[in-house]
Every structure is written in C-alpha cells, then in structure tokens.
C-alpha cells in the first residue's frame, strides 16, 4: 500500500507555455502533500506544502504565481509551471503524507522530468 | 533550525563488503528520523525510520539505531550488493512540523562487482 503516482512521467515543452504535473495517492487519502524540485546531483528542495482544501504554503523563494499548486481532493494535488522558461528544467517530485499516521513518513511518487526548450 | 547532515560521497564498494553512511542531526525536541533511497531516474522509497531514542530501524538488510545522545542515525549494511547502488538520503521531521521533512544532501553509493 502507500503508492503515489505522478503524470506525466516527462515533458518537453517550448519556453513559454504552461505544463500541468498531477500527484495521486492511488490507494490512500492524503491530507498533506508536498512538491520538491531536485537539481541533478543534490538533494530535494522543498518548495511548498499542499493541504486539501486550503491554500498552499509556499517556502521562501518560491514564486507562487510561478507554480500554481491546487489540491482539490484527498487524493489528488496539481503542479501548474506557468510560462515555463528553461530554468524551470528539472525533475518535480511530489509526496505524501496518509492521513492518520502520526509518525508523518512521506511517500514519494516517482517524479516528472520537466525540460524546458 | 533543524538540520541533517551526511557523509559526503561518492562511496565506492566492492561486492559483499561492509557499508557505513554517516548520518547526524539537530532539531529541537526528538524527530522522527529516516532514511530514503533514489535508484536514478526515480523518486524517493522509504528505506527505514525510527521514531524514538533507542528505536532500530531495519529494512532489506540496511540498520540504523535512532542515538539521541550523538544525534545520529548511521546506516548500515552487512554486505553490500550491486543492486544496491543508488543515492541514499537521511532525513527528518522534526515534532509539531507539519510533517515538513529535512533532507541531507544524499550519499552515492555505488557497488562494483
């Protein structure tokens, strides 16, 4: 149990356009989801928490018009790049947290890698 | 604030030998603590955890003992195997943290044959 998937996989897109990441626990309810950006050799960096029904909670320097986060049902949060540059190229990551677990353990889908042209 | 810190990589073993991956921390209170694994091109799998002092968080032949008094978390494996390479991550959430996790920087560990 405790699997997360990510949609797409990879995305190649032309500067400018939106690129839409979507995040589902496929066979659990989340409360709390979070979205990580890992550059190539280093570690995940935090870039926002997403709680069902509330607004996310962006980490400073994270532009928040920038990448849109909606988490509309327990199973189901949304990465939106908008007008992505080639800067945004990276590998998104996104995990969650299954309600009722205290211990808080993340559980990570296998990420989307995001090439911006 | 809360912080993890790991031995830096990259580690190269042989087959079989004995694996040690540092991991020390500082949080207020008592985290949880855990260890994730990245084979390339994936996201993160929970490799183990420990949720209190003492506690021994054991998976797939890796260890690691949660030391409040050293404030570490070091993995570790008998033998290692070629399957086993991959990056390795501790991390931790600290208490009343909303669940926010703080990373290492990850350790490569790569197994030769």
């Known amino acids: 149990g405790a699997v997360v998937s990510q949609h797409p996989s990879w995305v190649i897109c032309k500067s400018g356009t939106s690129v839409k990441i979507e995040c589902r626990s496929l066979?659990?309810?989340?409360?709390?989801m979070f979205w990580y950006r890992q550059f190539p050799k280093q570690s995940l960096m935090l870039m926002a928490t997403s709680n069902e029904g509330s607004k996310a909670t962006y980490e400073q320097g994270v532009e928040k018009d920038k990448f849109l986060i909606n988490h509309a049902s327990l199973t189901l949060s949304t990465l939106t790049v908008t007008s992505a540059h080639p800067e945004d190229s990276s590998f998104y990551i996104c995990?969650?947290?299954?309600?009722?677990?205290?211990?808080?353990?993340?559980?990570f889908g296998p990420g989307t890698r995001l090439t911006v042209l | 604030g809360d912080s993890v810190t790991q031995m830096e990589g990259p580690v190269t073993l042989s087959e079989e030998a004995f694996l040690t991956i540092n991991c020390t921390y500082t949080?207020?209170?008592?985290?949880?603590l855990f260890w994730y694994v990245q084979y390339p091109g994936e996201g993160l799998q929970l490799l183990l955890k420990?949720?209190?002092?003492?506690d021994k968080g054991s998976n797939k032949g890796f260890e690691a003992t949660y030391r409040k008094e050293t404030t570490s978390f070091h993995l570790e494996k008998g033998s290692v195997q070629v399957s086993d390479s991959a990056v390795y991550f501790c991390a931790l959430i600290g208490r009343g943290n909303a669940g926010k996790s703080t990373f290492g920087d990850g350790t490569t560990l790569t197994v030769k044959p």
């Open positions: 066979d659990f309810q989340a409360t709390t």
């Open positions: 995990s969650a947290i299954r309600a009722g677990e205290q211990e808080g353990t993340q559980y």
């Open positions: 420990a949720t209190k002092a003492d």
């Open positions: 949080a207020t209170g008592y985290p949880s």
